[in-house]
């Protein structure tokens, strides 16, 4: 069974730094796409990153915000800095078959900025 933990969500000042993480488990994703992606309250899911053979980013996250994975562990990290209030949300993983379908997803980790 697939099955994708996040971890490192949590509470941070404006202009501060957090590192999600994203361990998948059940199968071996290394030729998938994996990504991030994140849910503000009262608004839709919007993507953030993804990274296959290459990295996308949303423009909103753009040199603030940085993808990266280990195939070793079957993990994909996001590495956020400059962290502002709008990037507070419920931030998900999910690993796909390329970079705009997803097959599998993670229960979530929220990430709260305070200005």
């Known amino acids: 069974q697939v099955q994708l933990v996040e971890s490192g969500g949590g509470l941070v000042q404006a202009g501060g730094s957090l590192r999600l993480s994203c361990a998948a488990s059940?199968?071996?994703?290394?030729?998938?796409?994996m990504g991030w992606f994140r849910q503000a309250p009262g608004k839709e899911r919007e993507f953030v990153a993804t990274?296959?053979?290459?990295?996308y980013y949303a423009d909103s996250v753009k040199g603030r915000f940085t993808i990266s994975r280990d195939n070793t562990k079957n993990t994909v990290y996001l590495q956020m800095n400059s962290l502002k209030p709008e990037d507070t949300a419920v931030y998900y993983c999910?690993?796909?078959?390329?970079?705009?379908?997803?097959?599998?997803w993670g229960q979530g980790t929220q990430v709260t900025v305070s200005s």
């Open positions: 990274i296959g053979s290459k990295t």
């Open positions: 059940g199968r071996t994703f290394s030729s998938y796409a």
């Open positions: 999910a690993v796909g078959p390329n970079y705009s379908d997803y097959d599998y």
